[in-house]
């Protein structure tokens, strides 16, 4: 069992940046791939990014290719997404989630453990 608790959420104008953490307990970080996903108000929980447990190979959905980055620090047991110009349609709860499986996965059914998620809401 993995423990994941986000945090870092908030309210931001259009073009700002917040940084979201996920902090993991329970078992070896490292062992895990880690993953971000968001959710909108009435649409499917969606992908955002990945990361593989040395952190050396990372995916992004393309709508936030060169805005967000996914890092990990694995003496912490923490994962980051640090998220730049933002947009209104950024705007939903994100969730972080994390997988024994191999890296590489997008789908939500993917990832086995997840956390309550964090409000991320971007102004225009």
């Known amino acids: 069992q993995v423990q994941l608790v986000e945090s870092g959420g908030g309210l931001v104008q259009a073009g700002g940046s917040l940084r979201l953490s996920c902090a993991a307990s329970?078992?070896?970080?490292?062992?895990?791939?880690m993953g971000w996903f968001r959710q909108a108000p009435g649409k499917e929980r969606e992908f955002v990014a990945s990361?593989?447990?040395?952190?050396?190979?990372?995916d992004y959905v393309d709508s936030v290719k060169g805005r967000f980055t996914i890092s990990r620090d694995n003496a912490k047991n923490t994962v980051y997404l640090q998220m730049h110009s933002l947009k209104p349609e950024d705007t939903a709860i994100y969730y972080c989630?994390?997988?024994?499986?191999?890296?590489?996965?997008?789908?939500?059914?993917?990832?086995?453990?997840w956390g309550q998620g964090t409000q991320v809401t971007v102004s225009s």
């Open positions: 990361i593989s447990r040395g952190g050396q190979s990372t």
């Open positions: 329970g078992r070896t970080f490292s062992n895990y791939v």
């Open positions: 989630a994390s997988t024994q499986a191999g890296f590489g996965s997008t789908r939500r059914s993917g990832y086995n453990f």
